[in-house]
C-alpha cells in the first residue's frame, strides 16, 4: 500500500544556474541571488510529483533529478 | 607488549626517537593480530572509534558498509592529505609512527575483504612511507599490497570524492558531486572504497591488538579514547598532544587563569570549525558532543588560541578569503556565496562602514550556502563566519563605532593562494 516518496536533488556541478527549473515549478524551486535554485521542502507532495518529474526532463544540464527517499 | 594504560596511546612508543622504526614499533606493539575479519569488525563496531579526520563518523559502520557492498574487491584509502593549514598531526602521525597507520590499514584491508591499500599523503610524509613500507616488504610483514598516491597540497585534497579523484587520476584534489551514491559504493577505479583517516587507522590498529573494552578505558561514552591534537597559540610554535576525551582544554594543555586570560577567543576544529569564548573552550568537557552544542566541532583536532592584541575580525577576514580560494570552483552557490561572504568580512575587518546590512547580514550570507555545494566547504566555512560573528560581536561593535584596528599583526597561517586549479 505504499507509495513512493520522492525529493529533489540539484547536482550543482553540473547546474548553470539559468533558472528553468524555477519557472517550471515555482511551487518548489526558487533561485538564490546568483540565479542558482533553491529547493524548499523535503519531499515532493503528491499533487506536484507529475510536474516535478516533466521539470527534471526539462533541464538542458540534467542537473536535477527525484531520488526515492525510502530507498537508498 | 602491554597495553598502554594512561592518555598517552599513539604517541607511547617513541621512547624519545623522533621515528618508531619497525624494530621499535614491533618491540612495543608485537605484530598485529592474526584474527578474523569478523572479530576485527565486531572490535571497531563495539569501540564506538569515530573518525578522526573530522566527519566523526562511526567507523565499525563504515567498515561493514564497504565490506557488504559485495559489488567488486574494495580499496581501502589510508588518508593522511591533510590540508588544514592549522593541522599538522596526520603528518606528524606518518612522520613518527608509519607503522601504526600501516598496521591499521592493513587491519581494515582485512576486515572488509581485500588485499589493495592506497596510502594517500600530500608530498611531504612521501619519504617516510616509503621507507616503512620497505622495512615492512623486506620482513614480510604484510599479505595486502601497499601503493603510495600523492595528493595536491590544497585545503580540500582530504576530502573524501576529492580523495579518490585523486587516486583515479582525473581532477586531483577536486570533489565530485556523489549526490545519494558514496565512494564507499563506488570508489577507486568504480569499486567499494573505505576512505578513512590515518590517526583512525593508528587508532584501529590498537583496538585489533587491545580490544574495544581498553579502547573504552580512556574517554566517554560517546566520545571514547584519545586524540591528536594540533595546539597553535600555547607554546612557542605548534605543538602535537594527545589528549584523553573527557577533560577539559585546560587541563589538558596546562592553561592557568592567568594564561587563559591572554587568549581572545579558541578556534576549535580548524578553518571549518568555530570560534569558542576561551572560558567555553577551556572548561567544557573536551568531547564531541559538547563542541557541537556550543556549534563547533573537534574536527580534525585542530586547536588555535587567538592572544589578545590581534585583531580577531582581521584574522577571521584572512581566512575567509583564503578559503573562498581553495573552493574547487565548481558549484554556483560556493563560487558566488564565498566571495561575497569574504568581501563581508574584509569589510568589517577594514572598512566597516561599506558593511551593507551590518553585521546581521552575514548569517543571512551563511544561510544562502549552507548545504548548497557539492561537498561540505561551503558549511564549513559558514561555521566559521557564524561562530566568528558571534564571538567577535563586541569587537565588531567596536569596528563600527570606531573603525577598524590600527595594528593587525597576522598571526593564523594561511598560505599563499594556490596556484588555479585545472579544472
Ligand atoms: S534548470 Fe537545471 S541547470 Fe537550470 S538552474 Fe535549474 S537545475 Fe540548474
Ligand atoms: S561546494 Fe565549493 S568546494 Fe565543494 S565542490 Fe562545490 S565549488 Fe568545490
Partial sequence: MSRARYKLVVDPIACDGAGVCAELLPEMITLDPWGFPIIHGDEVPDGLLELARRTTVSCPRLALTLVRLDKR | ?423
Fill in chain 2, 1 to 423: 607488549m602491554t597495553a598502554p594504560t594512561g592518555p598517552t596511546r599513539l604517541l607511547d612508543a617513541s621512547g624519545g626517537a623522533d621515528v618508531v622504526g619497525l624494530d621499535a614499533h614491533l618491540a612495543r606493539w608485537g605484530a598485529l593480530p592474526d584474527v578474523s575479519p569478523k572479530v576485527l569488525l565486531d572490535a571497531v563496531d563495539r569501540s564506538g572509534l569515530r573518525g578522526h579526520g573530522g566527519a566523526w563518523f562511526p567507523v565499525g559502520t563504515k567498515w561493514r558498509a564497504v565490506a557488504g557492498s559485495g559489488r567488486s574487491k574494495p580499496v581501502v584509502v589510508a588518508n593522511g592529505a591533510e590540508g588544514e593549514p592549522a593541522s599538522g598531526k596526520d603528518r606528524y602521525l606518518l612522520h613518527h609512527s608509519p607503522h601504526l597507520v600501516l598496521d591499521g590499514a592493513a587491519a581494515a584491508a582485512r576486515a572488509i575483504g581485500t588485499d589493495r591499500v592506497i596510502v594517500h599523503v600530500t608530498a611531504g610524509p612521501v619519504a617516510g612511507v616509503h621507507a616503512a613500507l620497505a622495512e615492512r616488504a623486506r620482513r614480510r610483514v604484510d599479505t595486502c599490497s601497499f601503493e603510495v598516491v600523492v595528493a595536491p597540497d590544497r585545503f580540500l585534497s582530504g576530502q573524501e570524492s576529492a580523495a579518490v579523484a585523486t587516486v583515479n587520476g582525473r581532477n586531483p584534489g577536486i570533489p565530485t558531486f556523489v549526490g545519494i551514491r558514496s565512494v564507499r559504493d563506488q570508489g577507486v577505479a568504480g569499486r567499494p572504497t573505505l576512505v578513512q583517516n590515518v590517526e583512525t587507522l593508528a587508532h584501529a590498529a590498537l583496538i585489533a591488538r587491545y580490544g574495544p573494552e581498553w579502547f573504552r578505558s580512556v574517554g566517554t561514552a560517546d566520545s571514547p579514547g584519545t586524540a591528536l591534537l594540533t595546539v597553535t597559540g600555547r607554546w612557542e610554535a605548534p605543538r602535537i598532544v594527545e589528549v584523553p576525551y573527557g577533560t577539559t582544554l585546560g587541563k589538558a594543555l596546562g592553561i592557568d587563569a592567568g594564561a587563559a586570560a591572554g587568549i581572545q577567543a579558541v578556534l576549535l576544529g580548524g578553518y571549518g570549525g568555530g570560534w569558542l569564548p576561551t572560558s567555553t573552550a577551556l572548561t567544557m568537557p573536551f568531547t564531541e558532543e559538547s563542541a557541537r552544542g556550543h556549534g563547533s566541532s573537534l574536527g580534525a583536532g585542530v586547536v588555535v588560541l587567538l592572544p589578545t592584541g590581534v585583531c580577531p575580525l582581521a584574522e577571521a577576514a584572512r581566512v575567509v578569503r583564503y578559503l573562498e580560494g581553495e573552493g574547487a570552483g565548481q558549484c554556483g552557490p560556493c563560487v558566488n556565496g564565498l566571495d561575497v561572504l569574504a568581501t563581508s568580512m574584509e569589510h568589517l575587518a577594514y572598512r566597516p562602514r561599506s558593511l551593507r546590512g551590518g553585521v546581521a547580514a552575514l548569517p543571512t550570507l551563511c544561510g544562502l550556502v549552507e548545504g548548497r555545494g557539492a561537498c561540505h566547504h561551503p558549511d564549513g566555512v559558514a561555521r566559521f563566519v557564524r561562530t566568528a560573528v558571534d564571538a567577535f560581536g563586541d569587537h565588531a561593535a567596536l569596528h563600527l563605532s570606531r573603525g577598524p584596528c590600527q595594528t593587525t599583526r597576522p598571526f593564523l597561517s594561511v598560505p599563499a593562494p594556490a596556484a588555479s586549479v585545472a579544472r
